[in-house]
């Protein structure tokens, strides 16, 4: 009997668990018992954006109300409808959070599917894209915690440090990282340090500022008080990973060369607002779909991929470092544990140098 945890969708803090009767396969269709996914501000953002990005309709939970959050992760064929799909499979993709899934494979290549279940047609194709582990070029059995933690994250960071690098950074030359702390910021911040003669500044909470500083990434950390550190006048990109909007009001009133305003998450789920009378450029949200397709436009498919996989290699390597790794994984079991985490996330706590993988089905 699969469960699941539900999310109360106009009140976050709300959850129980599901349980329902396992449903017979349909000609076409695979069964996976998902573990371990990753658990992260990325599945909060995912949880309040809900509604305006249509995230709560991969996984509709059929009760009003009530959603179910998208996770990043593994899973494991247990049975299957389909030839082609072998009983064993791993793969590797966007799950609900819940102990098992069934799938509706189509268009199968050797290293991936699409889900074509009627209600997922509608949306956008690359959340309804899975892996075929055997065959996927950014996949090695030994850092399934990494991969599940960083990939998702680590493409919406490569895709951000491209997209302003194809714009020429807007004629700047620093680009200020709110959220330094979270895994998409710092993400990004590895691939801006690359670039000469761009300064990247991490912006932050006090309590997080030695953490952002040790990655060694960000060419300067600041706490969120503190932007009269860099001169009014300084020339800049905003990338806005916590969706603060007084911090965000407070960047662009205090830089007026400020040349390109971008929101990419939720991390501060507290402080999310509408802009009023926002100074200077409007604030675009980063939309990834769209530069993948640009620059699969551009490069083709395998010179994506191959690009794409050398950045991710380089970064597997400098964050699961044996000497001061950026990321430590923490395992969680269970239906009840996923949920008392998630909880613990919502509110705000934990440590960045942690990073929390789930399994919902019993050991």
């Known amino acids: ?35 371990p996914f990753a658990l992260t501000s990325n599945n909060l953002t995912y949880a309040a954006l809900g509604q305006s990005l249509r995230y709560w309709e991969f996984f509709p939970s059929g009760e009003a109300g009530w959603g179910i959050v998208p996770a990043w992760g593994f899973a494991t064929v247990v049975q299957s409808a389909l030839p082609g799909v072998a009983v064993g499979e791993r793969l590797y993709g966007l799950w609900p959070m819940a102990d098992q899934a069934v799938l509706q494979p189509q268009r199968l290549r050797p290293d991936s599917f699409v889900d074509a279940a009627p209600h997922r047609v509608p949306l956008h194709p690359v959340y309804n894209h899975y892996s075929r582990c055997a065959a996927d070029p950014l996949y090695t059995a030994g850092s399934e915690d990494l991969q599940a933690l960083l990939r998702p994250l680590f493409i919406t960071s490569w895709l951000i440090d491209d997209f ?27 691939q801006l340090a690359q670039r000469a003669g761009l300064t ?12 952002c500083t040790s990655l060694g990434c960000y060419d300067r950390v600041l706490a969120y008080d503190a932007l ?7 020339a800049c990109v905003y990338v806005d ?3 603060n909007s007084a911090l965000r009001q407070a960047v662009h009133a205090r830089f007026a ?15 999310l ?3 009023v009378q926002l100074p200077g450029p409007p604030a675009v ?14 490069w083709g498919r395998q010179g994506f991929n191959a690009r794409q996989a050398q950045a991710w290699q380089a970064l597997l390597v400098r964050v699961g470092a044996p000497v001061r790794p950026w990321l430590v994984p923490q395992h969680h079991q269970g239906a009840a544990a996923t949920q008392a985490l998630y909880l613990q996330l919502l509110a705000g706590a934990g440590d960045p140098r942690s990073g929390h993988m789930v399994s919902m089905a019993t050991a």
């Not at 668990?17 to 695979?30: F, H, K, R, V």
């Not at 302003?164 to 680009?175: E, I, K, M, R, S």
């Not at 990247?200 to 953490?211: I, R």
């Not at 305003?261 to 789920?269: D, E, I, N, R, Y």
């Open 164 to 190: 302003l690098a194809d714009q020429g950074f807007f004629g700047a030359g620093t680009v200020l990282l709110s959220s330094a702390s979270s895994k998409t910021a710092f993400g990004c911040a590895f």
């Open 200 to 211: 990247v500044v991490g912006l932050t909470s006090p309590a997080n500022m030695a953490f």
């Open 257 to 271: 060369q400020l040349r390109h305003s971008c929101t990419v998450g939720a991390t501060h789920l507290a402080q």
């Open 285 to 298: 949200p980063f939309f990834a779909p769209a530069q993948i397709r640009k620059r699969t436009q551009d």
């Open 241 to 243: 990973f916590s969706g």
């Open 1 to 35: 009997m699969p469960t699941t945890l539900l999310i109360r969708q106009d009140a976050l803090d709300q959850t129980r668990l599901q349980t329902l009767p396992d449903a017979a396969l349909a000609a076409g269709q695979i069964r996976v018992r998902i573990g």
């Open 228 to 234: 009269d550190a860099l001169p009014a006048e300084t």
């Open 273 to 275: 607002g509408m802009d």
